[in-house]
């Protein structure tokens, strides 16, 4: 496959700056409610804070692709003291935890930059700059973006499997 | 749909375990707002004045606002109300942290628990699904340490608990509710808590809360994040560390407490230390304070940081807040700032008042040292100050000894010990712990805020207006000059023509009249605020603060879908006002409770205070005896609050307002 010259977009995070106050889940959520800004919910944010107050524990993350697998054994990680389940570290909506799945339909939500936006809105939102917006080009492999869509039906083959999917789509499809 | 609010209240009844999500009138909010307006509705059409604090009909309320949830900044107070076993008359102690959101997502705009449990139990509210829980394996543990437990037996690292410890458990009057990094410490909701036999409330919510015009209220809100920003590289210039910026307090940014320490009085409010903060002291407490602070925190949607988790030496973690790193320290006087981050742990965990717990224990000092309590009351009690306080507060919270008396509070535990203990009960208004303030000259302003409002305490009715005169023309114009946040032009004028001293200061300028008009735009933003639940420290708590009268109503417009002026928004809040004004005069007050302590300031002038009671009573439209007119609450559309007042007797005949008039005349 041919290589390109990609954007790559991300929010580099410095946890130690957060004060917990949860701003990047309220401005994600707001922003991305259809239609814009007409309602709030951070359980629909793609970014979220793991938080362990007393063990001074503040961590930012913001969601990555869908990852159909539960994952097996899960450690925990001593940082500076502070005692981390593996979890939390992980950007990926998965079927062993509620965190970056719409609360509604159970569907993968994923962190899209604030398309059309100049930067993600969670970054200009922290006041205590926890959040910080980095561009940089890289080359890659040239490959289909997987969509918001697409991420989406792959879940749900996970859950109810390949063949009631297509059966359904093609219902849906005849309705129509 | 419903915007901004929810439309559902959660209702247990504890006696009977049963649970209902009540629908709300849409009207409600329209009268009232929301927060402490729509809590004080509850409690007038379900409370009846018979009911004492601890019977199973007082009502405890836990009320979000209407911004919280949204995104408005710095909205997350959680307001709790009920009958205070302290005071008597209608609570309503605040927290922040954590919990409004949490249970605005959770689809509830309140929680009202009546009656009592038979067993200890705590409330789990996950959406729809509302269980009451057995609780007799967290008897005894810490309000801090419970939150945590039963986030651990929920397996659900997202619940927010608001909780009580051992001094709500055992009833103690100053008992608090504590939540996260926060605690509704006033007037002892913990208590109410206590004696329903509720030690913990659990929420989590995934739900979402509506905007109206939510484009429209972002471009609002961009206006207040600018001037957010604004004012925390501007700090304001010519006065004290702690009110040149916004937030409350932010004490634990702050290290220079020369002004805390000397201008407020230690012991059980009695001697201020005018030379305390030496360079010594000064090297000492930056250090302690820097080496406990392990994190800078937040409430919800906060871009301020007025709390701190604490990790000092070997205390267990906790969270502090406002200036409680000092009230244990002063009461004790204990010179050394550990001391300060070691207590509050403690008081943290047991759930006690930060402001009258300290005050509490040095009273009881006071009284051993003055040989009403006796070595028998101090039986075990270490000789110094430090230990002293330790043993005193796990007294006072397990009810044991003398701590049984102590656990009510200064005023009561006085009547209660007897033998001359009352001269020693001095420093509270309508039965509560006043700040530790002690001054030389009547402040005209602040007699009328310590008087009359219906919070009790002091700590939160202050605010937009400056503590003190600036003694420089120069610099009072320049304050001014750049003033958006007032409610009218004249109080420029008021305030640049307020001298330190000579003929136009304290106490006789301000002027009675011009008193009332600044007191009453204190209490009228600090009304919004607490019907929004929006931190004080955004708005009505500070000198020049990003939330005022004039951008409210454009949030409160836009967010809610209802068109609302300057002018409709002060009637609501006035409304709402004047109904828990009338609540309180229905519970018993009256004019004979609005004054300070007699030694509050050295020089009183007995006159001018009955003239300046007189003159904003009339203000305010209340009739001499501090009860609001028939014509007030017609203005208001509270005809059924007259109606009933004057049922009860509480008019005598029209001969309150008649005084009235004549000392106008």
Not at chain 2, 76 to 81: D, E, F, G, H, Q
Not at chain 2, 323 to 331: E, H, N, V
Not at chain 2, 569 to 582: E, G, M, Y
Request: charged residues 30%; negative net charge.
């Amino acid at each position: 496959m041919a290589k390109i010259k990609k954007k790559i977009k991300t929010i580099r995070i410095e946890a130690d700056k957060c004060n917990g106050c949860r701003g990047c889940e309220i401005i994600c959520s707001a922003y991305h409610a259809e239609p814009k800004y007409s309602s709030v919910n951070p359980a629909k944010s793609r970014i979220h804070i793991t938080t362990h107050r007393l063990k001074n524990i503040w961590l930012p993350v913001f969601a990555g692709e869908y990852t159909p697998a539960e994952c097996m054994g899960r450690d925990t990680y001593i940082i500076d003291g502070k005692e981390y389940d593996e979890c939390s570290f992980c950007r990926a909506a998965c079927p062993s935890r509620d965190l970056f799945k719409d609360p509604d339909s159970g569907l993968p939500l994923r962190c899209d930059m604030c398309e059309g936006e100049e930067r993600p809105l969670c970054v200009d939102w922290c006041l205590n700059d926890v959040l910080i917006y980095e561009e940089r080009e890289e080359e890659v492999e040239e490959q289909v973006e997987m969509a918001d869509v697409q991420a989406g039906v792959e879940s749900l083959i996970d859950k109810f499997g390949l063949e009631k999917i297509v059966n359904t789509v093609a219902r849906l499809a005849q309705k129509d | 749909m419903r915007y901004a609010e929810t439309g559902y209240n959660l209702e247990i009844d504890l006696a009977t375990g049963n649970i209902e999500r009540v629908e709300t009138d849409p009207k409600m909010m329209e009268l009232h707002l929301g927060g402490l307006g729509t809590a004080v509705k509850l409690h007038w059409d379900r409370v009846p004045p018979e009911t004492k604090p601890f019977d199973p009909g007082n009502l405890l309320i836990f009320s979000t606002g209407l911004f919280n949830g949204t995104p408005a900044y710095s909205a997350n107070r959680t307001i709790v109300s009920f009958i205070s076993p302290q005071t008597g008359l209608l609570a309503y102690p605040m927290m922040g942290g954590f919990f409004s959101s949490e249970l605005k997502y959770a689809g509830y705009d309140k929680i009202i628990f009546r009656n009592k449990s038979p067993e200890w139990v705590y409330i789990w509210i996950h959406n729809n699904k509302v269980e009451i829980r057995d609780a007799t394996h967290l008897v005894g543990k810490g309000a801090v340490e419970t939150q945590d437990l039963i986030r651990e037996e929920l397996k659900d690292p997202r619940a927010e608990v608001a909780a009580i410890g051992l001094a709500g458990e055992n009833r103690v009057f100053v008992a608090s509710i504590e939540q996260s990094r926060s605690s509704a410490s006033r007037g002892g909701g913990g208590a109410i808590m206590g004696d329903k036999k509720i030690k913990a409330v659990a929420v989590r919510g995934t739900g979402g809360v509506n905007l109206a015009r939510g484009p429209e209220f972002m471009a609002h809100l961009k206006e207040v994040e600018a001037y957010i920003n604004y004012r925390n590289t501007n700090p304001l210039p010519g006065v004290m560390t702690i009110l040149s910026g916004i937030g409350s307090p932010q004490e634990m940014k702050h290290y220079d407490e020369k002004w805390h320490t000397e201008s407020f009085v230690w012991g059980n409010a009695r001697r201020r230390r005018k030379d305390f903060w030496t360079k010594d002291i000064e090297e000492s407490w930056k250090k302690t304070q820097k080496e406990a602070i392990k994190r800078y925190i937040s409430c919800y949607n906060c871009p301020q940081q007025c709390g701190a988790l604490i990790g000092h030496k070997d205390t267990p973690g906790y969270m502090m807040k406002c200036f409680s790193k000092l009230t244990y320290g002063m009461a004790a006087y204990v010179d050394d700032l550990e001391f300060g981050f070691e207590i509050a742990q403690r008081a943290f965990e047991y759930g006690v008042d930060s402001f009258s717990t300290p005050q509490i224990l040095a009273f009881a000092v006071e009284l051993y040292e003055a040989g009403i309590l006796t070595d028998k009351d101090f039986e075990g009690c270490p000789s110094d100050n430090a230990g002293r306080f330790f043993w005193l507060l796990d007294r006072m919270v397990r009810r044991e000894g003398i701590g049984d008396v102590l656990a009510e509070g200064t005023y009561w535990a006085a009547r209660k010990i007897g033998k001359g203990a009352e001269k020693y009960d001095h420093n509270t208004i309508k039965k509560h712990e006043q700040m530790n303030i002690k001054l030389g000259m009547l402040d005209p302003l602040y007699f009328l805020m310590y008087s009359t409002n219906e919070k009790i305490s002091i700590t939160q009715i202050e605010g937009n207006w400056p503590q003190a005169a600036f003694p420089n023309r120069e610099d009072r114009e320049a304050f001014v000059e750049d003033w958006p946040q007032i409610p009218d032009e004249k109080f420029k004028q008021y305030f640049l023509d307020w001298e330190p001293r000579g003929e136009k200061s304290n106490p006789y300028y301000p002027t009675p009249q011009m008193c009332a008009e600044i007191v009453d735009w204190m209490e009228m933003l600090h009304n919004i605020d607490d019907a929004l639940c929006i931190c004080a420290g955004m708005a009505s708590f500070c000198l020049k603060p990003p939330y005022h009268i004039h951008n409210y109503p454009k949030l409160i417009s836009t967010a809610t879908g209802m068109d609302v002026d300057e002018a409709g928004l002060k009637k609501i809040v006035n409304r709402s006002r004047n109904l828990h004004r009338a609540y309180n005069n229905r519970l018993g007050m009256s004019r004979a409770d609005e004054k300070p302590p007699e030694d509050h300031w050295r020089r009183r002038y007995p006159e001018l205070e009955e003239e300046l009671l007189t003159t904003y009573y009339t203000y305010k439209g209340w009739n001499y005896n501090g009860i609001p007119t028939k014509e007030r609450l017609h203005e208001l559309d509270l005809d059924y609050v007259a109606q009933d007042l004057e049922k009860r007797g509480l008019y005598q005949d029209g001969k309150d307002q008649k005084e009235n008039q004549d000392n106008q005349d």
